[in-house]
């Protein structure tokens, strides 16, 4: 079957109808371009006409007297709080506008009479927007898009958190988390000063009293640590010095107390306006029986819930305030406050007086003579005192005997002979206890020799013996140790101590150097209490050492004592 074609008319007809449906497509398009040119003229137009008014009031307001527009600068400004959005038909702002514009276009000031214009109130618009916390449910559970289950569990949640900022405030305000009142330090203080601290049973070796010890600090303390410890932290909380018992700076702990008070008021006070700008915000919303809520703005609230809100927020304002208080009550340490208005006031009623606090708890343990210690005697119904030093001292010539002879024998070599120590086993314990409190005479009844002559003296019975002398060495340099005599090495090195009351080693040991066998010598220093009992005939005797003898003595530190028995003829 051949193809059909189209013939010459056939085509021209076509053509034809393509160019008449385009002109028609032209056509619709400059009428549509025509009317929107038409709508841009018109809005011109009335924009030209609101700018003409607009001109035209403004002239008047500036022509206006001076006397008549007295008033009208006095006019009240308010602040509105706008919770809807300002696009609101019902708003303030759009009133206004729409009141502006609506008047018809005026004829040039010039040729117009001036006409009194009404006093406008200068409104200020301020957005208050609800924190998204567990405070605000109150205002928004059933207004948004939430199940019953989502709205039961922000009300429980509400409940919780009220609940729990109830339960921190109380504890923050128990006396167990506030600790006791600092005032009680001073009658602690007090009660150790006059009992222990002045104690001669607790005097060291040093011969110093606790309480000094205490005060100035020393580390080597094994007794009221408790109160040294306190000490330290009044001087370094006030900035004190060990004798010093006035505050008269601005201590870094006093400061550091006002930088939390501050920080911590700070973040309540922060609180306390985002409280009150929810309650104002909330006020201001005009109040209906049914809350109207439009695209995220409150146009209306019903009373319930403003009631709920408020009560809400209530409860709020005192959590807070019962926080502020409690955190600058725990800061200051202490246990009363009337008002809290500025950061001046916890530093007057709260601070300083806890730093005046410490400065009297200081007085109390270190304040006044520190240099004695006492013993009550219950026979004689005597208190007595001794007088001990005011310090430990820098220097090895200003410790006591004790510390000189433990100085000299802590870091010796043990296998060595001691210098100022009379040394006994831990087997032979009783011995030690009988030495630690026999008194002079005892003991110069156990030593029945003249030490010098026997053992310093050329011709002695143990001259030149090496396992005894340093025996008498050692009784020797334990004579010179009183007086500062430390490296005496024979009795002439004493001789002048001789006659003192307090000498009796001395005599003891250098009994023919001092004079013990001298008839014309004072009786009072032959006394067994003052010196070692010494016969006439002590220059001339026959030794007979027994089986214990002086050389069974043991050369090293376990060494006690000159355990003799010598027969004189």
Known sequence: MPTPTLTNDEQFWELLRQEVRLELQKTQVDESVKDLRWELLQLRQEVQSDLQSMNTRL???????????ASGDKSARHSIWKVASDGEPNSNKHCNFSNFTNNSASPPASTIPVEEVEETEEMEEISVSFEESAWSIPMVIGLVRAGRFDMVYAIVLLLVNCAMQIMFALILL??????????????????????????????????????TRVCSGDGALILSTIQATLIEQ????????????????????????????????????????????????AMNIPKSKRTVFTEGAFERISWGRFVVFLATNFARVAVASVLLVAGILWLARIQCITLILTIIVPYMLLVKPFGETMVE???????????????HNADTQMTNGLVTRPSRGGNLYNLSISEIAVNAHAFRDPDLYPRYISFQPMDNFDQFEEERTQDMATWADSASICIETAIFTPGGAFFGDESIRPVGELIVRSAGLPFGE????????????????????????????CGCTDVNSPPWYKEKGENVLIRDDCHAFDLGVNSVGLRSINPIPAVSRIDITLQIR
């Open 486 to 513: 430390l490296e005496a090495s024979d009795c002439s090195m004493l001789q002048k101590y001789c006659r003192r009351s307090d000498a009796r080693l001395v005599r003891f040991a250098c009994g023919q150097t």
């Open 59 to 69: 002239g008047a307001l500036e022509m206006k007297p001076l006397a008549s527009g």
């Open 174 to 211: 128990d006396e167990g988390f506030m600790g006791e009142d600092f005032e009680t330090q001073k009658q602690n203080a007090q009660t150790w000063r006059t009992s222990v601290a002045h104690d001669y049973k607790y005097m060291d070796l040093a011969e110093t009293s606790l309480v």
């Open 361 to 375: 708890v200081k007085e109390l343990l270190c304040g006044g003579n520190q240099t004695f210690v006492i013993f």
């Open 234 to 281: 009044i001087n370094n909380y006030l900035r004190l010095g060990t004798d010093q018992f006035e505050q008269d700076q601005f201590g870094p702990g006093t400061l550091l107390c006002m930088l939390c008070i501050l920080l911590w008021s700070l973040c309540v006070f922060k609180e306390f306006r985002h409280i009150w700008l929810a309650v104002a915000g």
